[in-house]
């Protein structure tokens, strides 16, 4: 859940919350202060009755009017005032309207009367009534702006966030471009960008220097490999040796030859990511799919390899170069793990090229196959061809996807 539909959903219950409880009370103030004006207008009514008394010496009329009821009733005690809530017969509508009411006693000639004095509530409950609708729809319309505001204004100001996110993800070390500075009145998302320039910095900084010493190491360790090799050439001819000598300068000679594979990886890997190999031009990709396979043609009969292709016509504008990395890499891991007699299918066409080759179970693990170094106990490569490969795709904006189908371990090239 995003952080703003979160806030948002608090927010709305929150809102909706007070505003139920403070409606509630707002209601119970507003029928409050209502109920103590009535009780006023009916505290006149007794005292205008007990002046009437006082002058006249005799009770007044009975009141029975649409909203008003008065009447007397002889009782021998004192009765202390007393308000309260009650009903009142409207005999025009033929119903009971909500009403106050007072009960007392008068006094008159020796004689003590209990006073009832009822006033309807029914204008007072209209008027509440159409206050709380418009208290109603203000809190609609409150909703509605509030809403409005976290889905517009919010999203703006969230925007810098949402744009130092999109320029993490598409962050890489390879660009020569830095992450830009956010334009944010927020404190918050400038720490936040400078936070993240600053870290970027560093670490194209120390994939800098990193590339560089593994650069230089390899170019430093091309005139000694090159010596070590004459110089073994030279001994391997210069006299007869016996078995134990013959199988130690064989071993040495294999690890050399490993060493110089593995220093020319890396050197073509430091070019490919520094992307120093320009050199562009038209590629039939179909011809030179057909040429890599004549190569590799006497190696897959000694291996007992049927090679089968379906191949469409496929034009790039490509490095030759890379491309015949790419072929070779893909070609030679497919027959190096391949069972004999196995299979290898090579298809191709305007999206896709796709090898599959024949292998033991179970599928390799996806996401190991394409880091550096990653290879099999019995493999006598360098370990670097699938991420030479993986780094070659990546560099024109191809993927370069493994997936495992019963018996075929398939490479697939989506250009």
Sequence with gaps: ????????????????????????????????????????????????????????????????????????????????????????????????????????????????????????????????????????????????????????????????????????????????????DCQSVVDEFKELNNAVVNMSSRVKTDYKDLKAFTENASHELLTPIAVINSKLDSLIQSGDYNELQSKLLTDVYGAVSRLTRLNQSLLLLVKIENRLVTDEQQVDLKLLVEEKINQFSELFLDKEITVFCDLKDKQLKVSRYLIEVLLNNLL????????????????????????????????????????????SSNSDGTGLGLTISKQICDNYHYQLKYTYQNPYHIFTVLF
């Design 1 to 180: 859940m995003k952080l703003l539909t979160r806030y948002n959903r608090i927010n709305f219950v929150t809102t909706i919350f007070v505003l139920f409880i403070t409606g509630g009370i707002y209601y119970w103030v507003i029928s409050f202060i209502l109920n103590h004006q009535i009780d006023k207008d009916i505290r006149f009514e007794e005292n205008e009755i007990s002046s009437y008394i006082k002058q006249n010496n005799k009770l007044p009329a009975v009141v029975d009017y649409k909203d008003q009821l008065i009447t007397f009733s002889a009782t021998s005690s004192i009765i202390l005032p007393n308000f309260s809530d009650t009903t009142h017969y409207d005999k025009k509508e033929g119903e009971y309207d909500a009403a106050r009411r007072l009960v007392t006693s008068v006094k008159v000639n020796g004689q003590r009367y209990k006073l009832l004095i009822i006033k309807s509530k029914v204008e007072t409950d209209d008027l509440i009534k159409i206050i709380f609708e418009i208290t109603i729809g203000v809190i609609l319309v409150l909703l509605l702006i509030l809403f409005i505001t976290n889905r517009f204004i919010l999203n703006r100001i969230w925007q810098p966030f949402y744009d130092i996110l999109h320029q993490l993800r598409v962050f890489n070390l390879t660009d020569n471009s830095e992450i830009a």
């Design 332 to 375: 030679n891991n497919a027959m190096r793990h391949n069972n004999k007699p196995g299979k290898i299918n090579i298809m191709l066409n305007s999206s896709s090229l796709i090898i599959q080759n024949t292998g033991n179970a179970p599928a390799l693990q996806d996401a190991e196959i394409f880091k550096r170094f990653n290879k």
